[in-house]
Structure formats: structure tokens, C-alpha cells
Nanobody, 121 residues
Framework: HVQLVESGGGSVQTGGSLRLSCAAS????????WAWVRQAPGKDREGVSY??????YYDDSVSGRFTIYQDIAKNTVYLRMNSLKPDDTAMYYC?????????????????WGQGTQVTVS
């Protein structure tokens, strides 16, 4: 049974930082594709960051501010978010899929967490 559990969301002021965590059980972090996807009220989901082994990708809206990384020993994927803006306000989900290379479309991911809310004011 695969379970992804996000944590670390909250309310911060503009310019603040948060670190989101995605703890995986029943699924190994290593050698699989991971994504952080967000959805703001009234908007479609958008993939903001992707990870496969040492390869990463960031949407232009977060490039230079967000960092995705993994801790294999803890079987956890993180999203470090700096210089947060009100436009970053959304529910953030982590997602996973088996892959042989970086997959940059969140619609192809088949395992999802329940989400963690980030609010920037």
C-alpha cells in the first residue's frame, strides 16, 4: 500500500520560507520520479517542481526560489520554498510515479498525497 504524507505547510508573510515534506511509505524515493504540484482556488493544478535522481526541473514561476530534494535514508522528498509571494498561495501536493527519466507532466503521476496548505499574505 503506497502512502504519501505531506507536511510543513502553513501561513507566512511575503518573503518568508517554508519547507514541505513528503514522507513515503510502501514506495521508495530512490529511482522514482517525484513532483510537487499546487492548486490555487479556482485554478488548475500546476506542476512546480520535478525530481528524478539528480535531475530537477522548476517552473519559471518558482525557479530560483524553490528547491526540490530527497533524503533517501528518510524516504522523504522535500520542497524548500524561499522568498514566498502571495501568488504561491495554494494547496501543495506531492506525487510519484515509476519512471526511467524525469517526467515533467503531473498528469502522468499516479500516486498522490492529501496535500498541505500554503498561505502567503
Amino acid at each position: 500500500h503506497v502512502q504519501l504524507v505531506e507536511s510543513g505547510g502553513g501561513s507566512v508573510q511575503t518573503g518568508g520560507s517554508l519547507r514541505l515534506s513528503c514522507a513515503a511509505s510502501g514506495y521508495t524515493v530512490a529511482d522514482n520520479c517525484w513532483a510537487w504540484v499546487r492548486q490555487a482556488p479556482g485554478k488548475d493544478r500546476e506542476g512546480v517542481s520535478y525530481l528524478y535522481r539528480d535531475s530537477t526541473y522548476y517552473d519559471d514561476s518558482v525557479s530560483g526560489r524553490f528547491t526540490i530534494y530527497q533524503d533517501i535514508a528518510k524516504n522523504t522528498v522535500y520542497l524548500r520554498m524561499n522568498s514566498l509571494k502571495p501568488d504561491d498561495t495554494a494547496m501543495y501536493y506531492c506525487a510519484a510515479r515509476a519512471c526511467g527519466g524525469l517526467t515533467l507532466f503531473h498528469g502522468l503521476y499516479n500516486y498522490w498525497g492529501q496535500g498541505t496548505q500554503v498561505t502567503v499574505s
